[in-house]
């Protein structure tokens, strides 16, 4: 599984919800979707941040999802919810605290 965690700097919560669901049917195609979602900081109406763990098959499936031209036709709906992001591909997974060692 290829997993990345994205931080979102959201201007505008309500079109970045309107891109996340169409987001979210490309993501389908290539085997992806958003697992986690969670709003970290919001202020009211207003901008705040939002942080997504995100699951592909593999890293070709996700890069494909990228490329999509579907994708990038919602480029200017991105760019009106948000106004930055940082992607971050995460490594291995961790268990604490378990009792099998």
Known sequence: MYRVLVHLNV?????????????????????????????????????????????????????QYRCDNRLLALASLRDSAIVGMSVQRLGAQKQYGTSQH
């Open 11 to 63: 201007i505008d919560f309500n079109r970045l919800a309107e891109f996340e669901d169409q987001a979210a049917d490309i993501m389908a195609d290539y085997g992806g979707q958003i697992r986690d979602a969670y709003e970290v900081t919001r202020q009211g109406i207003g901008p705040g941040t939002e942080i997504h763990l995100v699951e592909f098959p593999n890293e070709d499936a996700f890069q």
